[in-house]
Structures are given as C-alpha cells and as structure tokens.
C-alpha cells in the first residue's frame, strides 16, 4: 500500500513535470499525450484497475471539447 502511495506521488510529479516544461518550451508534447502516458502507466504498475480507469473518464467534457473543436472549422473567422 505504502509503495502503490509513493509510486503513484512520483507519476504524478512527473507528469505535471511534464506538462509545465512542454508549456514552457511550447515544443514538447501535447497535454493530452502526457496525461493518456501517466494514466498508462498508473494501469501498468496495477494502482488503478482498468475499471476505476474507464470508469473515472467524463464522456460529457470530451464531447463538448470535440464539438468546441470541430466549431473552430466550420466558422474559420473564430480564434479558438
């Protein structure tokens, strides 16, 4: 239990780690890369169960992002 705490504390570090220095740099790799990397890696190591995984992801923020996305084609003139 202690171990799955600490393992779990280091991917998390890392991961925002991540995000700050691709923000910084505004070359690295995409949030969303970084994030779906930690989350694959949270499943690996077996702290979070492949349930808990898909069972945490909210359908309903995904779908407004996609259609604010795809919004951002059809009116060319709209700085998203």
């Not at 998390?12 to 994030?35: C, D, E, Q, R």
């Not at 359908?59 to 996609?66: E, P, Q």
């Amino acid at each position: 239990m202690q171990t799955d705490f600490f393992i779990a504390f280091i991917l998390f570090i890392a991961t925002y780690s991540a995000i700050i220095v691709s923000n910084v740099k505004k070359s690295g790799f995409p949030i969303w890369l970084i994030m779906n990397i930690g989350a694959s890696i949270m499943v690996l190591f077996g702290i979070v169960s492949v349930e808990e995984a898909y069972s945490s992801i909210n359908l309903r923020v995904i779908s407004s992002s996609t259609n604010n996305f795809t919004s951002c084609f059809k009116f060319s003139h709209v700085i998203c």
